[in-house]
């Protein structure tokens, strides 16, 4: 029997729900598939990250409302960081740092500039938020932050060397410049606190986070050889935390 126009237009209409209901369903069971069952699983997750490696802890704990398990790897001079989300696998947070490093005293100190382009190489179409060179046990070196595309990165250099010696990254969140109506402060009024905190400092960096599902702004300032932290909740505009680097 011939089929009308409106019975090929039904026809097609049925078939494409059904295609959409079969993706949905394959994505369903994907992120299904993907979520961490157990320590275990998290534990070779990691592995395959870092092949070969020694996993030293696995914790399970929440972030930002979700569960997540961190896992702490080792290899050879290297210590390992990865943060996964359990519900579909997703890595949050990943870093490395060497735990043995030469002061290497007898050699000059490289340029900002030239730790800047070290930087930017490492991190591909990335902006440079901020440098500064100090002392870290013993051992002259620059911290770099930069952030690219949804990741925020923090990088150590030696400062004699030019080698790098850290490197972590984790996902951040948006956020809005003026607030919100949810009560948000915005970033604005979080530089702000932090300049009235450190008189005539300057905002070297800031950006919106969750720390244990707060809400925060984090808000780096520079003022002569001093560079200050601050973690300010979002919604109450209250410094839960402030810390002070020499920097030389």
Not at 27 to 56: C, F, H, M, Y
Not at 190 to 217: C, F, N, R, W
Request: charged share 25%; aromatic share 6%; proline share 1%.
């Amino acid at each position: 029997m011939m089929k009308t126009g409106n019975g090929r237009k039904a026809t097609a209409a049925i078939l494409a729900a059904g295609f959409m209901l079969t993706g949905s369903l394959a994505a369903i069971e994907g992120v299904q598939a993907a979520r961490i069952s157990d320590a275990n699983a998290a534990r070779q997750k990691a592995l395959r990250q870092v092949p070969n490696a020694s996993v030293t802890d696995v914790d399970l704990d929440h972030e930002n409302g979700e569960q997540v398990y961190d896992i702490e790897l080792v290899k050879g001079t290297k210590k390992y960081d990865i943060t996964y989300r359990v519900s579909d696998g997703k890595m949050l947070e990943y870093g490395w740092e060497k735990t043995v490093v030469s002061p290497s005293r007898n050699r000059g100190l490289i340029s900002t500039d030239k730790c800047r382009q070290l930087a930017l190489d490492k991190v591909k179409n990335g902006t440079i938020t901020a440098i500064s060179q100090k002392v870290d046990d013993g051992i002259d070196v620059y911290k770099v932050k930069a952030t690219a595309g949804n990741k925020r990165y923090t990088l150590e250099y030696h400062a004699r060397t030019g080698a790098l010696i850290e490197c972590k990254w984790k996902l951040v969140a948006a956020a809005s410049s003026t607030g919100s109506q949810n009560g948000d402060i915005g970033m604005e009024k979080a530089k702000q606190i932090a300049l009235d905190a450190v008189s005539g400092g300057t905002v070297i960096h800031a950006e919106y986070d969750m720390d244990d599902g707060v809400p925060v702004y984090e808000i780096e300032v520079v003022k002569g050889n001093y560079e200050y932290e601050f973690k300010i909740d979002a919604n109450s505009g209250a410094v839960l935390e402030q810390d002070r680097d020499y920097m030389d």
